[in-house]
């Protein structure tokens, strides 16, 4: 097995600075007993490049309300099976073409029709979901659920590659999972509100949540007000668009290619502010 990553991408997931945040914040590690919270984790980008990087896992606390909460404490617990993700990957249609109807009819099913199944259909939701946009559930049904379809270019598309209906596709969408099943077991997930976890001292916190004045997700978090409560005892990170506080660093990555149509019309800044 080599290095983990994500199972799949979701709007504001941190995997392409993740090695970026996590050198940063392995400054603040003292020692063995360092426990860090990853609060608003989603996919866990960050946590699973501490991983790659030999932090101890039992020492990682995921917290998520999204169905990425649930994900990561069935992950951390042992309780999510691989067996029984592989029957639903393995009913997902071969034919590409038929795979963007067969996620839509997946995603009309009441959550509650399907409770112990919730983690297996969420990530076949997720890594079908139409620009990565993330995928959570309200009233026993998934919401924000737009997919995306099988695209070739055209002679004058600006996008040249092929769109695939799922990012990554079935085969390797299960074996990324199946290698967090062995790389991340022993991780401490809490599918829960972020101020119902009980944070020890001298911690690192990361925090992650939807940016201001963007998708909120479907939920709502006064990190500031989190900040003010635990700062005085725990270094804590913050990832937003812009500083927050008085030591930060900016790790826009300002690239042009992106996005659907091969071109990144806007540039969000990424900052990392540290409250010490």
Not at 222 to 242: A, Q, R, T, V, W
């Amino acid at each position: 097995m080599g290095k983990l990553t994500i199972p799949c991408a979701y709007q504001g997931g941190k995997q392409r600075i993740a090695k970026q945040i996590v050198d940063i914040i392995k400054q603040y590690i003292k020692d063995d007993n360092t426990q860090f919270y990853d609060l608003c984790c989603g996919s866990g980008a960050v946590s699973i490049e501490l991983v790659n990087q030999d932090f101890f896992v039992g020492n990682i606390h995921m917290v998520d309300k999204s169905p990425w909460g649930l994900f990561w404490k069935q992950i951390g617990d042992g309780t999510f099976s691989i067996d029984l993700f592989k029957a639903w990957i393995d009913s997902v249609p071969k034919d590409v073409t038929k795979i963007q109807e067969y996620i839509k009819e997946l995603s009309k099913v009441p959550v509650y029709k399907t409770q112990l199944d919730i983690s297996y259909i969420f990530l076949l939701l997720q890594a079908s979901s139409f620009g990565s946009k993330s995928i959570w559930i309200k009233d026993n049904k998934w919401q924000n659920t737009s997919f995306r379809n099988y695209w070739l270019p055209t002679k004058t598309s600006n996008r040249r590659s092929p769109v695939n209906p799922m990012m990554p596709m079935p085969d390797t969408l299960y074996q990324r999972v199946e290698d967090l099943c062995f790389g991340m077991d022993g991780v401490n997930g809490y599918w829960d509100d972020c101020n119902n976890i009980h944070i020890k001292s001298n911690s690192i916190i990361y925090i992650d949540p939807p940016y201001d004045k963007t998708t909120r997700y479907g939920f709502k978090f006064d990190y500031m007000s989190f900040i003010k409560k635990y700062n005085k005892d725990n270094i804590i990170l913050l990832s937003e668009g812009k500083q927050l506080s008085n030591k930060a660093i900016n790790l826009t990555d300002r690239r042009h290619k992106g996005g659907i149509s091969g071109e990144r019309k806007k540039i969000n800044e990424e900052w990392l502010n540290i409250f010490e």
